[in-house]
């Protein structure tokens, strides 16, 4: 069976998870794209159901599936060239916990193409663990998309400054064009990077906080760097300087 109406309730489902509201309601996301619900299932995600244009003629999922006509299906997908294919998948459980190793403290970031690029090269740097405080959902349909499946392997914990920071219990290093050449600082053998929002940077109550602030050195033409740059350049520079001191 074909669901043609933009008014069936599954379509409505599946189209409320584009928002926060939705996905907070049902505790579930989206995924779409072949390569993106082939790789939740392998990555063990919990996959509730697939929904597939009634062109689709690509893979098939072990999933409960239903098909929708074109109309119904936009309704549902975020993309601007749709592949036929989205997944309805179970937001893991991310309890608050300690960070078990170097971790990233993400302060304020509004893009959610930026929490999810910066989640996608997280995963890549060997940082498992995310602490979010006021930033764009990890889980809408932009930040999953720029994540690359980085979503599937993170752990992404969200809350309050206050409790994410009284958590962490390891040296917090802040970026911040203020600080110590990154290129030349020692980190300690842990640590917790914080990065500050697009706009802003960081927030008084992280700065605070912070135990070293490092800065990437710049050409003087050059006022900022991209968010989502600015963290993964970070991440490996702090990484490499961390393996110098084995």
């Given at each position: 069976?074909?669901?043609v109406?933009?008014?069936?309730?599954?379509?409505?489902?599946?189209?409320?998870?584009?928002?926060?509201k939705?996905?907070?309601?049902?505790?579930?996301?989206?995924?779409?794209?072949?390569?993106?619900?082939?790789?939740?299932?392998?990555?063990?995600m919990?996959?509730?159901?697939v929904?597939?244009?009634?062109?689709?003629a690509?893979?098939?999922?072990p999933?409960?599936?239903?098909?929708?006509?074109?109309g119904?299906?936009?309704?549902?997908s975020?993309?601007?060239?749709?592949?036929?294919?989205v997944?309805?998948?179970?937001?893991?459980?991310a309890?608050?916990?300690?960070?078990?190793?170097?971790?990233?403290?993400?302060?304020?970031?509004?893009?959610?193409?930026?929490?999810?690029?910066?989640?996608?090269t997280?995963?890549?740097?060997?940082?498992?663990?995310?602490?979010?405080?006021?930033?764009a959902?990890?889980?809408?349909?932009?930040?999953?998309?720029?994540?690359?499946?980085?979503?599937?392997?993170?752990?992404?914990?969200?809350?309050?400054?206050?409790?994410?920071?009284?958590?962490?219990?390891?040296?917090?290093?802040?970026?911040?064009?203020?600080?110590?050449?990154?290129?030349?600082?020692?980190?300690?053998?842990?640590?917790?990077?914080?990065?500050?929002?697009e706009?802003?940077?960081?927030?008084?109550?992280?700065?605070?906080?912070?135990?070293?602030?490092?800065?990437?050195p710049?050409?003087?033409?050059?006022?900022?760097?991209?968010?989502?740059?600015?963290?993964?350049?970070?991440?490996?520079a702090?990484?490499?300087?961390?393996?110098?001191?084995?």
């Amino acid at each position: 069976m074909v669901i043609v109406s933009r008014q069936n309730p599954l379509v409505k489902e599946l189209a409320s998870l584009r928002e926060k509201k939705g996905r907070r309601a049902r505790g579930a996301f989206l995924v779409e794209g072949t390569k993106m619900v082939r790789e939740a299932f392998a990555a063990g995600m919990n996959v509730l159901r697939v929904a597939v244009r009634e062109d689709y003629a690509g893979e098939d999922f072990p999933a409960p599936a239903v098909v929708l006509g074109a109309g119904a299906f936009a309704a549902v997908s975020d993309e601007k060239t749709p592949q036929g294919i989205v997944a309805e998948v179970a937001l893991p459980s991310a309890r608050l916990r300690p960070p078990a190793g170097n971790c990233l403290f993400l302060d304020g970031l509004q893009d959610p193409s930026n929490v999810g690029a910066i989640v996608r090269t997280a995963v890549a740097a060997g940082y498992g663990e995310l602490y979010l405080a006021d930033c764009a959902d990890p889980f809408s349909p932009k930040s999953v998309r720029a994540s690359m499946s980085g979503v599937f392997f993170a752990r992404l914990m969200q809350g309050t400054r206050e409790e994410l920071l009284s958590l962490i219990g390891v040296p917090l290093i802040a970026a911040d064009m203020g600080g110590e050449d990154v290129f030349s600082f020692t980190p300690p053998a842990q640590f917790c990077l914080a990065v500050g929002s697009e706009g802003s940077g960081l927030t008084q109550a992280v700065r605070g906080r912070a135990d070293f602030t490092v800065r990437i050195p710049m050409d003087a033409r050059t006022e900022s760097l991209n968010a989502a740059v600015s963290a993964g350049v970070l991440m490996y520079a702090l990484k490499a300087q961390t393996h110098l001191r084995r």
